[in-house]
Nanobody, 118 residues
Framework: HVQLVESGGGSVKVGGSLRLSCAWS?????MGWFRQGSGNVREGVAS???????TYADSVKGRFTISNDKGKNTLFLDMKNLKVEDSATYYC????????????????WGRGTQVTVS
């Protein structure tokens, strides 16, 4: 079981930037970020394989960047040009069978960090 602890959430104005961090206990081939807003649906935001391939939701392409610092055991999500609709609880995820797709069947989830854009 991979332990994942998110941090870096907060309140930011429209157009602002924020960096989310996820401290992980063990590396997995696939790691990523999901979010759950007021609609109560978990949406895949970005994923990354250990060989550097990334996948982004269309809604965040060009604004969000996922990265993984293996020396610090930390996964990052850099978010810029934030919009009100980006407001959500953001979850760090790890390990998925069948590739790093943005489907909600990942095996390990963090507890989440709240992002509010107004």
């Amino acid at each position: 079981h991979v332990q994942l602890v998110e941090s870096g959430g907060g309140s930011v104005k429209v157009g602002g930037s924020l960096r989310l961090s996820c401290a992980w206990s063990e590396s997995r081939y696939c790691m990523g970020w999901f979010r759950q807003g007021s609609g109560n649906v978990r949406e895949g935001v970005a994923s990354m394989s250990s060989d550097g391939r990334t996948t982004y939701a269309d809604s965040v392409k060009g604004r969000f960047t996922i990265s993984n610092d293996k020396g610090k055991n930390t996964l990052f999500l850099d978010m810029k040009n934030l919009k009100v609709e980006d407001s959500a609880t953001y979850y760090c995820v790890a390990e998925r069978y069948g590739g790093c797709k943005l489907l909600p069947d990942w095996r390990n989830w963090g507890r989440g960090t709240q992002v509010t854009v107004s």
